[in-house]
C-alpha cells in the first residue's frame, strides 16, 4: 500500500509539472502543435523504455477489447483541454478542477462497475469527500476575492 501512495503521489507530481510544461510550450507553438509534440515525444519514450524492460512481451496484447485499442486518442482531449484550461483560468485552478472532474468520474465509473472495473459500493461518505473537494476549489477561487479587492482600493487611495 506504501509503494502505491508513493506512485500516486508521484503521478500527480509528474502531472502538474507536464501542465505546466505544456502551458510553456502552447504559448510558444499552440495548441494542436503542443499535442502532437507531448504525445509524439511519450509514444518515443513509452516505446523506448517499453522495449527495454519488457522486449517483445511488450505486444502481447491478446484478450483485450478493443475498444481499449483507442484510449491514446482520450490522451490527445486530455492534452487540448488541459492546456487551454490553464490558458484560461491558470494553472492551479484548471488542474484542481481537472483534479476534482477526475475523482468524481472515478466514483461514479467504480460505483457503477463501468469499462470492466471492479463494482466498489457507492457510499455517503465517498460523495461527501468529492462534495469537500469541491467546496475547496470554490474556496480557492473565491476566498481571496476580498482581500484582492481591498488591496486594490487601498492603493488606489495611496496613489491618489
Not at 64 to 93: A, E, R
Not at 112 to 132: A, S
Request: some cysteine; hydrophobic content about 55%; proline content about 2%.
Amino acid at each position: 500500500m506504501i509503494l502505491g501512495l508513493l506512485l500516486a503521489f508521484v503521478a500527480g507530481s509528474l502531472v502538474g509539472l507536464q501542465n505546466i510544461f505544456n502551458n510553456k510550450v502552447n504559448v510558444h507553438a499552440g495548441s494542436w502543435s503542443t499535442t502532437t509534440l507531448v504525445l509524439g515525444l511519450g509514444f518515443v519514450a513509452s516505446l523506448t523504455l517499453g522495449l527495454i524492460f519488457e522486449g517483445k512481451q511488450m505486444f502481447a496484447l491478446q484478450n483485450m477489447q478493443p475498444w481499449f485499442w483507442f484510449s491514446g486518442l482520450i490522451g490527445v482531449g486530455v492534452v487540448v483541454c488541459m492546456v487551454n484550461g490553464i490558458k484560461l483560468l491558470g494553472p492551479t485552478y484548471a488542474i484542481s478542477i481537472v483534479l476534482t472532474a477526475q475523482l468524481g468520474c472515478a466514483l461514479l465509473w467504480d460505483s457503477l462497475g463501468w469499462l470492466g472495473v471492479e463494482k466498489v459500493p457507492f457510499t455517503l461518505n465517498k460523495l461527501i469527500g468529492v462534495l469537500v473537494i469541491v467546496g475547496g476549489v470554490i474556496v480557492f477561487k473565491f476566498g481571496g476575492a476580498r482581500k484582492v479587492q481591498q488591496s486594490s482600493k487601498k492603493a488606489s487611495k495611496a496613489i491618489n
